[in-house]
């Protein structure tokens, strides 16, 4: 499934330090299988793993924050923009608005009628009319009566009919009367797509002409719900989705797709039965969620802000003359320090959270490497390469900690050194590319 798929696609990138060719390169890999799987036509998938890898390498990783988080947040903002970029209201000019609601049994449409009628009367102001348009359950007229009474929303009912269509256009006219500025058509569903739904659900529409006619379906029925999708444009044309039962573990990857292939916007969605469960969509929480990288785009967008832009440039210069010392190296250091708390941060990177239970941070855990920073002398520290081995047992003491710890450091250095090198240089980055999928 999807997000299996996603996951481990992204376990390569959590807790790597760096970009390499080898992750950047799986993990562009395994999204783009992981779209395909998930219906999202080639063209879509393509374009989204070029942009993300376009970005990626042309990204400063010299901000304060790994570059595989900053792939995770490249990452998070396509993934918004797979999902239709930013909020989509609904449209309520109509006088009175009618909104049209459709979905197979169990998608949750008749919870999801009651919980739009309370946020549009809590939240907008609005005087809702529900109208009961599922004839074939008399316990679905029921569900719509004691839920409009919850939330204080009048539901219109006809007992004696069983013809939904009469029964939508009388709600309408009902709403006219009582100067309901919003009609809610709640409609019956099938336990699968049929012919006899379809036909009875397009002439509730022709009949009453919604402003909105928004598909409801279960997030956790996966493939099958973008299959569903599908079918139900095809018939409907309908305005918008709504993504149900987004609590607990459902992670949305539906959302995804949905979007890509039927290119009807997600409007809401519901996490939970209560009549308060229900979220405007937003696509860029979204993705973070399908990342389940937690936090970290907090984190990384922090970061970003703290970043002097200027410094940057300077330090690039100094990177593409591979002139990358110890003085840039502890500015860099400062930098993360500005970004706050150290165990604040930590707390945001999925994962880390289990690990801070048992080894607590300190806010100074980069005491020992600015002191074997500072034991070095000026000379050394703008020419990394002259620290050979005496100079190193020389700073090791000066630092009071062993040869080990000052070789361990000087690593960390000359990697971090190559991977800027490489993220600097075109024909290298060039080269990098070269090897993506
Ligand atoms: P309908 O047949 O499409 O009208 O579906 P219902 O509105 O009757 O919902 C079917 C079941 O799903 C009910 O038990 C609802 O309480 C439940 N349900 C609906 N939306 C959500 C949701 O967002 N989260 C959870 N956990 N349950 C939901
Ligand atoms: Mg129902």
């Known amino acids: 499934n999807l997000q299996d798929k996603l996951d481990r696609a992204f376990k390569v990138l959590k807790g790597q330090g760096s970009i390499s060719e080898i992750n950047v390169a799986e993990t562009i890999k395994e999204i783009r299988k992981a779209l395909l799987d998930a219906d999202v036509n080639y063209k879509t998938a393509k374009a989204f793993t070029d942009e993300v890898k376009e970005k990626a390498l042309g990204q400063n990783v010299l901000t304060s924050v790994s570059p595989g988080q900053l792939l995770t947040k490249i990452m998070n903002d396509e ?10 209201e609904l449209e309520l000019t109509g006088n009175p608005t009618v909104i049209l609601i459709a979905g197979l049994n169990g998608a949750g449409k008749t919870t ?28 679905a007229i029921d569900q719509l009566q004691v839920l409009g009474e919850q939330i204080g929303v009048p539901v219109y009912a006809n007992l004696e009919s069983k013809d939904p269509i009469a029964i939508a256009e009388e709600g309408v006219a009902e709403a006219k009367r009582n100067g309901n500025s919003v009609v809610i058509i709640d409609t019956a569903g099938r336990l699968a797509i049929d012919e006899a739904l379809m036909t009875e659900i397009s002439a509730v529409r022709d009949a009453t002409k919604p402003h909105e006619i928004l598909f409801v379906v279960d997030a956790m029925t996966g493939q099958d719900a973008v299959n569903t999708a599908k079918i139900f444009n095809e018939r409907l044309d309908y305005t918008g989705v709504v993504l149900t039962k987004l609590d607990g573990d459902t992670r949305g990857g539906a959302a995804l797709s949905i979007k890509s292939v039927v290119n009807k916007p997600i409007k809401f969605i519901g996490t939970g039965e209560k009549m308060e469960a229900l979220d405007v969509f937003h696509p860029d929480r979204m993705a973070s969620r399908i990342l389940g990288m937690g936090d970290v785009i907090s984190l990384v967008e922090r970061a970003q802000q703290q970043f002097d832009e200027e410094k940057a440039a300077q330090l690039q210069k100094k990177i593409r003359k591979n002139k990358f010392d110890f003085n840039d190296f502890i500015s860099q250091i400062q930098q993360i320090k500005k970004m706050g708390n150290m165990k604040d941060l930590m707390g945001m990177i999925p994962g880390a959270g289990k690990a801070m239970k048992d080894i607590e941070i300190e806010d100074d855990a980069f005491k020992p490497i600015e002191a074997i920073i500072h034991s070095m002398t000026p000379y050394e520290r703008e020419n990394p390469d002259v620290i050979n081995q005496s100079r ?13 710890e000052v070789n361990k450091l000087m690593k960390q250095f000359n990697d971090m050194r190559k991977v800027m090198k490489q993220f600097s240089n075109p024909a290298a980055a060039a080269k990098l590319m070269k090897n993506m999928p």
Do not use: C, E, H, W
Not at 112 to 138: H, I, M
């Open 392 to 404: 190193r047992q020389r700073i090791a003491k000066g630092a009071g900690t062993d040869l080990q």
């Open 112 to 139: 999801f009628s009651g919980k739009l009628a309370n946020f549009l009367k809590t939240q907008k102001g609005k005087k809702p009319l529900l109208v009961a348009g599922d004839v074939y359950r008399p316990a």
């Open 79 to 88: 993934l918004a923009l797979l999902m239709g970029g930013t909020v989509t």
